[in-house]
């Protein structure tokens, strides 16, 4: 069972791709050096921007297990972890939730393509 409403998540989905489309948002697959903020470097640049406020903001007032279903569900849809080891990425990511969740998604390229094809694998859709 998803722990998240499928709505939010598709809310999400869309405001993700409309962010990550923006010509000026480029956030490398890997960073240069792991010990590097780059992740929220990139982030700290588009501070300002409405898109990104509304999907930060709407991912920070979601609750604490909620986040973590949206992490399991990017790994899910990434490949990390099989349906059948849905149980497996939520206590995952429960171990490892903290209060840079939605930076974490944000900046993970592809992260709307990920939930979708998590939503996918579970039985869920975007669409109407």
């Known amino acids: 069972m998803l722990e998240v409403n499928p709505e ?3 809310f999400i989905i ?3 791709h409309e962010f990550h489309a923006k010509e ?8 240069e050096n792991p010990a590097d903020d780059w992740a929220l470097q990139v982030l700290a640049d588009h501070e300002d921007d409405p898109t990104y406020l ?3 903001t709407t ?3 979601l609750e604490p297990d909620q986040q973590e279903a ?3 569900l990017m790994w899910l849809g990434r490949g990390d972890y099989e349906v059948d080891e849905w149980a497996a990425a ?5 171990e490892q939730h903290n209060e840079r969740t939605a930076e974490y998604l944000i900046a993970t390229p592809l992260v709307a393509d990920y939930l979708e094809e998590g939503l996918s694998l579970l039985g869920y859709s975007c669409e109407e």
């Open 54 to 56: 509304e999907l930060k």
């Open 70 to 72: 949206l992490v399991a």
């Open 24 to 31: 000026q948002v480029v956030i490398p697959d890997l960073p």
């Open 14 to 16: 869309a405001k993700a």
């Open 8 to 10: 939010i998540v598709c």
């Open 59 to 61: 991912i920070e007032d």
């Open 90 to 94: 939520l206590e995952a990511a429960h």
